[in-house]
C-alpha cells in the first residue's frame, strides 16, 4: 500500500490549525493506521495509531480522523514545539509502509 | 521507563555483513513484537523487518533474503543479521517496539555502506 502524504510542505504560525493529509492506494484494512512526529537529530516518536487513538502522553490538541483511503492528522493550536517532520503509517498489510511526510514549519 | 538502545553500525564495504544488536528495558520484552525501521540520510522511514512473540518474521522485499531479525527473550535483544551489504541500505537504523504500529523507538545506529 502506498500512502502519499500532502502537502509536501506546510508553512504556519504558532497558535494556528494545522491539518495533515495521508491518502492511500487502496483501502486500509480496520484503521490501522498510525501518526509520528519527527525533529532533527531525535527518533521519530508515535503519536496516534489506529487512525484516532492518541498514543500515551500525547497532548489532546493532536487528533487523527479517517477511514477507508483517506486520513488527517490536525493539530487543534500549534505550539513552538510542534514544528517537526510528520509520517503516517499503515499496518493493515505487510508490507509495512510510510508516507513521504509533511513538514511542518514556521 | 521504556528504553531501546541500538549498537552495532558502523562503516563496512559494499558486500560485507553487520550484525545489529537493540538492547530492551523498561517493558516484558517477550511479550511485544519487535521491528526494525531505517532512514536514509535525509530521507523518510521505511519499515525493514519485524519478529513476532512467536518468533514469525516478515521482511521488505528490498531485504529479504540478505538480512535476518532474530530475538534473545532470555536477554532482552533484538539483533539483525546484515549480509551482502549495498550502498542503498546506508542510513540509520532504529529499533522499535511493536509489529503493527510502533510505540517506542530506540536513537538509531548509523550504518554506512561504502568503499
Known amino acids: 500500500i502506498v500512502l502519499t502524504q500532502s502537502p509536501g510542505t506546510l508553512s504556519l504560525s504558532p497558535g494556528e490549525r494545522a491539518t495533515l493529509s495521508c491518502r492511500a492506494s487502496?483501502?486500509?484494512?480496520?484503521?490501522?493506521l498510525a501518526w509520528y512526529q519527527q525533529k532533527p537529530g531525535q527518533a521519530p516518536r508515535l503519536l496516534i495509531y489506529?487512525?484516532?487513538s492518541r498514543a500515551t502522553g500525547i497532548p489532546d490538541r493532536f487528533s487523527g480522523s479517517g477511514s477507508g483511503t483517506d486520513f488527517t492528522l490536525t493539530i487543534s493550536r500549534l505550539e513552538p514545539e510542534d514544528f517537526a517532520v510528520y509520517y503516517c503509517?499503515?499496518?493493515?498489510?505487510?508490507?509495512?509502509?510510510f508516507g513521504q511526510g509533511t513538514k511542518l514549519e514556521i | 521507563e521504556v528504553q531501546l538502545v541500538e549498537s552495532g553500525g558502523g562503516l563496512i564495504q559494499p558486500g560485507g555483513s553487520l550484525r545489529l544488536s537493540c538492547g530492551a528495558s523498561?517493558?516484558?520484552?517477550?511479550?511485544?513484537?519487535m521491528s526494525w525501521v531505517r532512514q536514509a540520510p535525509g530521507k523518510g522511514l521505511e519499515w525493514v523487518s519485524f519478529?513476532?512473540?512467536?518468533?514469525?518474521?516478515d521482511y521488505a522485499d528490498s531485504v529479504k533474503g540478505r538480512f535476518t531479525i532474530s530475538r534473545d527473550n532470555s536477554k532482552s535483544m533484538l539483533y539483525l543479521q546484515m549480509n551482502s551489504l549495498r550502498a542503498e541500505d546506508t542510513a540509520v537504523y532504529y529499533c522499535?517496539?511493536?509489529?503493527?504500529?510502533?510505540?517506542?523507538w530506540g536513537q538509531g545506529t548509523l550504518v554506512t555502506v561504502s568503499s
Open positions: 519478529i513476532y512473540i512467536g518468533g514469525g518474521t
Open positions: 503509517q499503515q499496518y493493515g498489510s505487510t508490507p509495512r509502509t
Open positions: 523498561g517493558f516484558v520484552f517477550s511479550s511485544n513484537h
Open positions: 522499535a517496539r511493536g509489529g503493527y504500529q510502533f510505540e517506542s
Open positions: 487502496q483501502s486500509v484494512s480496520s484503521t490501522s
Open positions: 489506529a487512525a484516532s
